[in-house]
């Protein structure tokens, strides 16, 4: 063989390492983390009924810019929870839906554990609404457990 024909192969060789490479970047991937990612503004405040408002992950959870979803652990809990609807539900926009952990019909100030895949929005930013039975009534603690970047 050549010295140009060992060129061509190593020159393909390269491009198919570079072109498998790529396609793995588009389909993107779970990052999966040992310790969840947490927020000061997510550790268990007492919060009220709200409508959707934004959580720039970035600034408050510092996940990567960008991502395409993440692996939300919820635990809530609320002092009026027996008698009243109380939830919490994440959506990557300020528009109808969302996943929902709900703490409604159980004891009150009892915790409920959920584990969300929720979507991002492009800037990889997710929104919040809650549904509480007062005035700072739901206690919310939120953890990043992965992103899909």
């Given at each position: 063989?050549?010295?140009?024909?060992?060129?061509?192969?190593?020159?393909?060789?390269?491009?198919?390492?570079?072109?498998?490479?790529?396609?793995?970047?588009?389909?993107?991937?779970?990052?999966?983390?040992?310790?969840?990612?947490?927020?000061?503004?997510?550790?268990?405040?007492?919060?009220?009924?709200?409508?959707?408002?934004?959580?720039?992950?970035?600034?408050?959870?510092?996940?990567?810019?960008?991502?395409?979803?993440?692996?939300?652990?919820?635990?809530?809990?609320?002092?009026?929870?027996a008698a009243n609807e109380c939830n919490i539900?994440?959506?990557?926009?300020?528009?109808?839906g969302g996943m929902t952990a709900r703490c409604?019909?159980?004891?009150?100030?009892?915790?409920?554990?959920?584990?969300?895949?929720?979507?991002?929005?492009?800037?990889?930013?997710?929104?919040?609404?809650?549904?509480?039975?007062?005035?700072?009534?739901?206690?919310?603690?939120?953890?990043?457990?992965?992103?899909?970047?």
């Amino acid at each position: 063989m050549s010295n140009f024909d060992e060129k061509i192969i190593e020159r393909l060789k390269r491009l198919e390492r570079e072109v498998e490479r790529l396609r793995v970047k588009e389909q993107g991937k779970w990052h999966f983390l040992t310790t969840p990612l947490t927020s000061t503004s997510w550790d268990g405040d007492a919060r009220s009924t709200t409508d959707k408002t934004l959580i720039d992950l970035s600034a408050v959870f510092g996940v990567p810019a960008g991502v395409k979803a993440v692996l939300v652990n919820i635990a809530l809990r609320d002092s009026g929870s027996a008698a009243n609807e109380c939830n919490i539900s994440l959506s990557p926009s300020s528009g109808a839906g969302g996943m929902t952990a709900r703490c409604s019909g159980i004891a009150n100030d009892k915790f409920v554990n959920a584990c969300l895949t929720v979507p991002c929005d492009t800037n990889g930013d997710i929104y919040y609404e809650i549904t509480a039975s007062g005035t700072g009534t739901m206690d919310v603690y939120l953890q990043i457990y992965g992103y899909w970047l």
